[in-house]
Structures are given as C-alpha cells and as structure tokens.
Nanobody, 120 residues
Framework: VQLQASGGGLVQAGGSLRLSCVVS????????VGWYRQAPGKQRELIAA???????DYPNSVKGRFTISSDNAKNTVYLQMNSLKPEDAAVYYC???????????????WGQGTQVTVSS
C-alpha cells in the first residue's frame, strides 16, 4: 500500500491550496481516511477525516475553511484548504486506517507528507 501526497507549496495568507493523496495497493472506499498536519515543535494533529460511514469532521481550527473529499474512480483523497492562515503552515500527511471506524494515528498507512507554507 502506498499513499502519495502532493499539492503543498507557498501561499499568501487568505489564499487556497488543494492537497491530493493518491492511493495505490488498496482502495479507501469503506475505510477511514484522514489528513493530519505537524508543525515544527508540535504534535501531529488530525485536521480532517472521513469515517467508514462517510461522515466527515474537522477541528474548530479549520472547520469552515478546509474540506476533505474523495474520488473513488481516481482512488484519490483531497483536502481543499481555503482562507489559509500563517498558523496553518505545517507538513500535511494523508492516512488510511483499515482497522477502525475513524482514523487513528497508530494504525494504517501513511503518505510521505507535503509542506504547506503560508506567508503573512
């Protein structure tokens, strides 16, 4: 199983980015999927998730600005990020967790991460 994340880059505050995570070796259909981020000196945090029943959720820090979605035909998960803030800067990771109804960081498979930098 491999996950390939892409789409990160440098963006001005208020701008948008769309991250992609292409999955190979398995399908994410019916599995929990998550996007995490980790900023320097901080713990990795779950910032968008799709549960096995299709429910999505976000922490308050990104709710209303970030949207997780998936394209089964392309076996790809997306993270649309709007109204970006300097505090959104981090390395973003995608994850598939086939073991749980909701993504758990100690399980599943991870992508390599993609850097998001937000200038003020």
């Amino acid at each position: 199983v491999q996950l390939q994340a892409s789409g990160g880059g440098l963006v001005q505050a208020g701008g948008s980015l769309r991250l992609s995570c292409v999955v190979s070796g398995t399908t994410f259909s019916g599995k929990a999927v998550g996007w995490y981020r980790q900023a320097p000196g901080k713990q990795r945090e779950l910032i968008a998730a799709i549960g096995t029943m299709g429910r999505t959720d976000y922490p308050n820090s990104v709710k209303g600005r970030f949207t997780i979605s998936s394209d089964n035909a392309k076996n790809t998960v997306y993270l649309q990020m709007n109204s970006l803030k300097p505090e959104d800067a981090a390395v973003y990771y995608c994850q598939i967790d086939p073991n749980n109804y909701w993504p758990e960081p100690d399980f599943g498979f991870w992508g390599q991460g993609t850097q998001v930098t937000v200038s003020s």
